[in-house]
């Protein structure tokens, strides 16, 4: 775990001095957070805060993981190419997030960026190219269930599960990203316990790439902690979302990601019910508002209260998570 760690460190480093000019260059050229009208009053202040901060965090993995493939890369070696998977889904996913955020910036006072039938078809798209990677060139197509010693060969059936997750994952963190830091931690733990199930996998180069996602999501909540001088956009948080679920997939214990994320399946949860709920009864609400956290803060919690107990449960379900994967 040492080198795993210390180039988490590194990875921290390169993006928390980097953050800095990004803000400006962000600032000089308008590139700030559009509120909706009908997203709670609290968060009417947070206009114009600079977005797209999900670059301060894609950069320096996708420098320091590149710069430390390229020889297993030009040998041809299938395990150190692996980490090209997540690599090539946080790349990808970012610039369909980047585009997103640019549209939505481009548009008026609660503009929203690509129409939602547009961006999901795009996400499915990406995802199954992704999968079609798992399966074939990496032989990833398994289910790893926590007390069964060996995994599950799923078969074809592998391609449209992870094509759900993979699309499931991006946008529940995506539905996350509503309040300062709290997407960011979360996303942390994640990455963490998948970094430590890798370890004991013995699979050392996504023991790597997980702990070096960690270290850029810390630094990018440097900047992102109350009150935000920075939010990661959906450049952000679809890469990193997506990103995750390659990584619980390439694992084969994706039945925990469930657990281990689950504030992301909490708010999507509540979104799906919210919907579900206005349809049946006409237009009556389950929720004071969704994703949920907003529910929480039109209950009188204030944001860091929310923030730090959303946290405080991710945090256990990420440490019961990687118990589950011992067992």
């Given at each position: 775990?040492?080198?795993?760690?210390?180039?988490?460190?590194?990875?921290?480093?390169?993006?928390?001095?980097?953050?800095?000019?990004?803000?400006?260059?962000?600032?000089?050229?308008?590139?700030?957070?559009?509120?909706?009208?009908?997203?709670?009053?609290?968060?009417q202040v947070k206009m114009g805060t600079p977005t797209m901060g999900g670059i301060m965090i894609i950069v320096p993995v996708v420098v320091i993981t590149v710069t430390l493939n390229i020889f297993n890369l030009m040998s041809g070696t299938v395990v150190g190419g692996s980490v090209l998977a997540p690599l090539l889904t946080?790349?990808?996913?970012?610039?369909?997030?980047?585009?997103?955020?640019?549209?939505?910036?481009?548009?008026?006072?609660?503009?929203?960026?690509?129409?939602?039938?547009?961006?999901?078809?795009?996400?499915?798209?990406?995802?199954?190219?992704?999968?079609?990677?798992?399966?074939?060139?990496?032989?990833?197509?398994?289910?790893?269930?926590?007390?069964?010693?060996?995994?599950?060969?799923?078969?074809?059936?592998?391609?449209?599960?992870?094509?759900?997750?993979?699309?499931?994952?991006?946008?529940?963190?995506?539905?996350?990203?509503?309040?300062?830091?709290?997407?960011?931690?979360?996303?942390?733990?994640?990455?963490?316990?998948?970094?430590?199930?890798?370890?004991?996998?013995?699979?050392?180069?996504?023991?790597?790439?997980?702990?070096?996602?960690?270290?850029?999501?810390?630094?990018?909540l440097w900047y992102n902690a109350h009150p935000a001088e920075l939010f990661m956009g959906d450049v952000g948080s679809m890469a990193l979302g997506s990103t995750l679920a390659v990584v619980a997939l390439m694992t084969g214990?994706?039945?925990?990601?469930?657990?281990?994320?689950?504030?992301?399946?909490?708010?999507?949860?509540?979104?799906?019910?919210?919907?579900?709920?206005?349809?049946?009864?006409?237009?009556?609400?389950?929720?004071?508002?969704?994703?949920?956290?907003?529910?929480?803060?039109?209950?009188?919690?204030?944001?860091?209260?929310?923030?730090?107990?959303?946290?405080?449960?991710?945090?256990?379900?990420?440490?019961?998570?990687?118990?589950?994967?011992?067992?």
């Amino acid at each position: 775990m040492a080198i795993p760690l210390t180039l988490g460190t590194l990875s921290f480093l390169l993006a928390v001095i980097w953050g800095a000019p990004l803000i400006r260059w962000l600032k000089a050229n308008g590139i700030g957070k559009q509120i909706r009208i009908e997203e709670p009053e609290s968060n009417q202040v947070k206009m114009g805060t600079p977005t797209m901060g999900g670059i301060m965090i894609i950069v320096p993995v996708v420098v320091i993981t590149v710069t430390l493939n390229i020889f297993n890369l030009m040998s041809g070696t299938v395990v150190g190419g692996s980490v090209l998977a997540p690599l090539l889904t946080m790349v990808s996913y970012g610039a369909l997030g980047a585009y997103d955020d640019w549209m939505g910036l481009r548009g008026a006072r609660g503009a929203v960026g690509l129409l939602g039938r547009y961006k999901i078809l795009a996400q499915i798209v990406l995802a199954a190219l992704i999968a079609v990677i798992l399966y074939f060139p990496l032989d990833i197509h398994s289910i790893a269930i926590p007390t069964i010693p060996q995994k599950i060969d799923l078969g074809l059936a592998y391609i449209p599960i992870a094509v759900f997750i993979i699309v499931g994952t991006a946008n529940a963190v995506n539905f996350t990203d509503g309040l300062d830091s709290l997407a960011g931690w979360v996303t942390a733990f994640g990455f963490a316990a998948y970094g430590v199930i890798a370890f004991l996998q013995q699979q050392i180069y996504l023991v790597t790439f997980c702990f070096i996602m960690v270290g850029a999501l810390l630094a990018f909540l440097w900047y992102n902690a109350h009150p935000a001088e920075l939010f990661m956009g959906d450049v952000g948080s679809m890469a990193l979302g997506s990103t995750l679920a390659v990584v619980a997939l390439m694992t084969g214990q994706w039945l925990l990601l469930p657990l281990i994320g689950i504030i992301f399946v909490a708010e999507a949860i509540s979104v799906i019910l919210q919907v579900g709920y206005f349809k049946l009864t006409k237009g009556k609400r389950l929720f004071k508002k969704t994703p949920i956290h907003y529910h929480f803060l039109l209950l009188g919690w204030s944001e860091m209260q929310v923030v730090q107990r959303f946290w405080l449960v991710g945090l256990l379900a990420a440490m019961l998570g990687v118990a589950l994967a011992l067992l």
